[in-house]
């Protein structure tokens, strides 16, 4: 007698990513529950299971949902608004003077909604966040169907949001306990940057993440310039500071993290630190190559983020994985360098790893939730196919996606979102541009 399941998928190739290098030709994944019950050739899943509901991808690679581990969502409604320049010029003159006038719940809800159906369009099933007003931003995930780590951000100066360190730690934990039992939300100190945050917080942030037992989410060497204000002011690299500090443990995710030396790869390492690589952003600020090749070499934990769409511009890991994978290559000298298969998995099981979701996602394995991405290789510029894994890397695209589940539940069907009302987005988005259209100045 077949066993009762609620969804099974029927694919062409599934690229499970544990174990490593595995492809699966003509394999279907039941699901029951939101749960992922087997993977096994569909011959055989259709003998033994009898499904509410049967999908047949025919010439599609089902794979893991992506893990953005890195971004900034409600930063979506700036997207172009300044362009090709440096970081903290960027930061100083653009960026923060427009937050300081528009940041508020609800452009942060719209701004992450918006960046929600952009990022579940391109296969990412969970991002991980760093903004204020997080609660906002995590009733925005939710409604779109979307899984997301929630940055409980602090700096020293006063925003919009909050006025000191300690407000700033007092409205994350607050939303911490508003939002703690939603199942597809978790949370993370997020300690903005070196150059924004004292040891005082940090120290405080440290014994946090400790006691609540988060992963702390920060930039870290993202500059050569931070590098060397960090030693002019307090007479350490930031990773040195940092481990004084004790915020070098599995915890840490360094966002970045382009400028190290040998021995800074090894101290991250030898410490189960995790890394947060954005190469296009590190490419558009030019804030210099990450040493990827590097890192793996030496056992680093390694995920994948995009950045904010406004140092960025799209949210779009099958843009990173393919940069990223070329870049490493050209930063080692070695065509082995971050292969197919490698970069695939930094984008989904580094990043769950880094994120301590590793035995709930980022790999397709029974037991964990059904986050999955259905990826169509029928186009004629993917054609022939000797390699699905090469095919997702170096020659496909977001535009590729057509279905995407969370926790079972369909949030993309046919390239369509389920959850996300289109139209009425737009037009939310619309009104912001034009407020924001309006402080743009000749000076600004």
Known sequence: MSEEVDLLIEARWVVPVEPAGTVLADHALAVRGGRIVALA????????????????????????????????????????????????????????????KHVSPEFVYDGTLLAAAEMLRGGITCANDMYFYPEAAGRAFLDAGMRAALGLIAVEFPTRYAGDPEAYLAKGLATRDALRHETRLSFCMAPHAPYTVS???????????????????????????????SFDEHGARPIDRLRALGLLSPRLIAVHAVHLTDDEIGKLADHGCSVAHCPSSNLKLASGFARVAAMLDRGLNVGLGTDG????????????????????KAVAGRADALPAAEALRVATLGGARALGLD???????????????????????????????????????????????????????????????GSTLENRIFLWHNALIEQRSPDF
């Open 41 to 100: 050739p569909v011959a055989e899943s259709r003998r033994a299971y009898s499904a509410k509901e049967t999908i047949a991808l025919r010439n599609h690679v089902l794979i893991p949902g992506l893990v953005n581990l890195h971004t900034h969502a409600a930063m979506a409604l700036m997207r172009g608004l300044a362009d090709d320049m440096p970081l903290m010029t960027w930061l100083h003159d653009h960026i923060w003077p427009a937050e300081a």
């Open 199 to 229: 040891d005082r917080t940090f120290t405080r942030l440290a014994t946090l993440a400790e006691e609540l037992d988060l992963p702390i989410h920060l930039h870290l060497h993202e500059t050569a310039d931070e590098v060397a204000r």
């Open 309 to 328: 769409a406004a140092s960025n511009n799209r949210l779009d890991l099958f843009t990173e994985a393919r940069t990223a994978a070329l870049l490493a």
């Open 359 to 421: 035995a709930t996602i980022g790999s397709l394995v029974p037991g964990k939730a059904a986050d999955l991405c259905a990826v169509s290789l029928g186009r004629l510029e993917l054609s022939p196919c000797f390699d699905p894994v090469s095919h997702l890397v170096y020659a496909g695209s977001r535009d590729d996606v057509t279905h995407v589940w969370v926790d079972g539940e369909l949030v993309v069907s046919e390239r369509q979102l389920v959850k996300v009302d």
